[in-house]
């Protein structure tokens, strides 16, 4: 059997909370996307994110693992509020509920979730700010490959896919961010350029990215 190396997002920090929230979330394709986010939120804050910070940028996009929430490729563009606001109140009920279904979770927490979560597309105090933008480095960093996978599946041209890597470094917030960012978003273009030759399993990618074993490097 081959060794196993330990997951990127393997963490002593993650709560027996978040664990289980990312045991809820197994299979979603936006996993990783959701460890992710919540890595850069930690980084963005300086190591001083709080608890309710920390969770929300765990879960923020739970509601698109449920069906029969907005389309996530929608047609009127990555800006429009219809869909944003839609989104965001479907995952803030959607993870309200489950926190309110596990033991020993405070109410002032279950609501400063529901709060950053409902502002996690539109900012709005530093803490959103910091989960926006966490949002975007993540979306640039590991979404690449979704770009490519609109493309070839034809749900996006290639200028409406770089409108949506567009759309995540315009709206960020922080300086500090905006200046990860761009690195980001440059390699995430390049990609997207090379979307019709470049060698990617896209199913074996999107398959890892919601494997919680995979992430968490669990043998
Ligand atoms: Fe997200």
């Known amino acids: 059997m081959t060794p196993c190396r330990e997951g990127r997002y393997a963490d002593p920090n993650l709560t027996e909370l978040e664990l289980a929230a990312t045991v809820w979330l197994d299979g979603f394709y936006q996993l990783e996307h959701l460890f992710n986010t919540r890595t850069w939120a930690v980084e963005l804050s300086m190591g001083q994110a709080s608890p309710e910070l920390r969770f929300a940028a765990l879960t923020h996009d739970a509601e698109r693992f449920f069906p029969g ?111 990860l960012a761009l690195p980001l978003y440059e390699a995430a273009v390049n990609t997207l350029a090379s979307a019709d030759t470049l060698d990617v399993d896209l199913k074996w990618r999107r398959q890892v990215a919601g494997s919680r074993r995979f992430q968490l490097g669990l043998g």
């Open 69 to 179: 929430g907005p389309s996530d490729t929608p047609e009127n563009g990555f800006d429009n509020p219809d869909y944003l606001f839609a989104h965001s109140i479907r995952s803030a009920d959607i993870v309200e509920q489950w926190l309110r279904q596990q033991p020993r979770v405070e109410e002032a927490f279950v609501r400063r979730v529901r709060a950053l979560i409902l502002r996690h597309e539109v900012g709005g105090g530093w803490e959103a700010d910091v989960l926006q933008a966490a949002d975007s480095l993540s979306f640039l960093e590991i979404f690449d490959w979704l770009t490519v996978d609109w493309v070839r599946r034809g749900i996006y041209t290639h200028d409406q896919a770089r409108e949506k890597l567009r759309y995540s470094l315009e709206r960020i917030r922080p300086p500090l961010a905006v200046k």
